[in-house]
């Protein structure tokens, strides 16, 4: 009988005898680089933690488990990920990426990637006819849905076909939703990347990243990589998101109804111009996200009426902290245009509205009165400096 993702969050389907750890119902921490031999030729399956950790491994089967994948790699964080996937691709090899990404990726891809000689189509996987963009060199599309930091959504089903019938890889930055919330690989993307310093890990406190496929192909391509490039989490970073991972479903359960929450309330706001959360059924995207996903996830993008109350809101809040990052238990507000998304370039910043009044916010899993409560503060003080008022 298949588990719930609840069950999957903290049991393998297959457990290995309790007896091989003592009955320890928290996962070892295999803090080893090596392994002994039982003799010539007669390893234990472990030969070196680069290639293989036991609590690397743990963590490896339930992050697979999850996103229904066949195998899964834990690298030391999202872009160690992103980076290792690339290497999938040589010299002339091009990509069609989405261009509302996390600004890292586009990093990577602009001045890591072109150099090593991929070339790249930045399109609108929401909007432009990706057919349009294929050419006899193309081998992957790259997207996240919803994206960071404006909220689109992509069709997954939709761009597999069209990756399906020209032989590309769909590639999916599944980090917003977590597999809690949606499976990339069952509406028929190939590769899923994590960033799991986010939602999967859900405290703040380390880096982590995968890469999950349910291509035997690609998993022995990931496997030859993490074993030549290092990049593999170590053992107890792998233990820390394990840990974080089995409580994944309630987290997400209340950080969304805290984005809800939250969405509401600003949208009564006088100073916000625009609320963008795919669970505010006037989201373009709502109704993807309701036929692909079991959630819309606690991201929320905001824009103000001037770049003085976008910053004077950075200033002003207290105990959400004004921070990059996201999906852990704190709720957090950034600043894009400085910090995730600095290094992207500014006509697409521009292009994809990314102002000097967006502000995005990733929902904790505080009580959600005092969030309220703290932006109700935030924004009476701020328009009690400027003299104005509320929306009645
Ligand atoms: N993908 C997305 C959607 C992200 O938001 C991030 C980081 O913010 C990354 C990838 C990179 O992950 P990491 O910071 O763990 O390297």
């Not at 930055?173 to 190939?190: C, I």
């Not at 993008?301 to 999906?327: C, D, H, N, P």
Request: net charge negative; charged share 25%.
């Amino acid at each position: 009988m298949a588990r719930e993702i609840e069950t999957k969050c903290i049991h393998l389907e297959k457990e290995e005898g309790g007896t091989d750890h003592y009955g320890a119902i928290s996962y070892p921490i295999y803090q080893t680089a090596t392994y002994a031999h039982m003799g010539v030729g007669r390893s234990t399956g472990y030969d070196y933690s680069r290639l293989q950790n036991p609590t690397r491994e743990r963590l490896e089967k339930i992050v697979a488990a999850l996103e229904n994948g066949v195998d899964a790699l834990a690298l030391s964080s999202g872009m160690a990920a992103i980076t290792l996937m690339m290497e999938l691709f040589v010299p002339g090899d091009h990509l069609i990426v989405d261009s509302d990404l996390y600004g890292g990726s586009i990093r990577l891809f602009d001045n890591v990637s072109v150099k090593n000689g991929i070339t790249f189509s930045v399109i609108d996987c929401c909007k432009d006819n990706v057919e349009d963009h294929i050419n006899q060199n193309t081998r992957a599309i790259f997207l996240e849905t919803p994206t960071n930091p404006m909220m689109n959504v992509a069709d997954i089903r939709v761009l597999s076909e069209t990756a399906r019938k020209y032989n590309l890889l769909l590639i999916v930055d599944n980090t917003f939703l977590s597999p809690y919330f949606q499976n990339p690989l069952d509406l028929g993307a190939d590769i899923v990347v994590h960033s799991g310093t986010k939602y999967l890990g859900g405290h703040n406190d380390t880096l982590a990243g995968f890469l999950v496929t349910n291509r035997g192909d690609m998993s022995e391509k990931f496997r030859f990589l993490i074993k030549t490039t290092g990049a593999g989490l170590s053992p107890f970073d792998s233990w820390l998101i394990l840990r974080g991972i089995k409580t994944l479903g309630i987290r997400m359960q209340k950080a969304q109804e805290n984005a809800m929450e939250i969405a509401n309330w600003l949208k009564k706001q006088k100073a916000v111009k625009r609320v963008i959360y795919p669970g505010l059924p006037e989201h373009p995207g709502y109704g993807t996200m309701k036929s692909q996903s079991r959630g819309f996830g606690a991201m929320l993008t905001f824009q103000l009426e001037s770049r003085e109350y976008a910053l004077a809101v950075l200033e002003k809040v207290r105990m959400i902290r004004f921070a990059e990052s996201l999906g852990g238990a704190e709720t957090l507000i950034t600043y894009p245009i400085t910090q995730t998304h600095a290094d992207v370039p500014e006509e697409i910043r521009e292009k994809n509205g990314i102002t000097d009044t967006t502000l995005r916010l990733s929902a904790g899993i505080e009580n959600a009165k005092d969030l309220l409560e703290e932006l109700d503060n935030v924004f009476h003080e701020i328009e009690g400096e400027k003299g104005g008022g509320k929306k009645s």
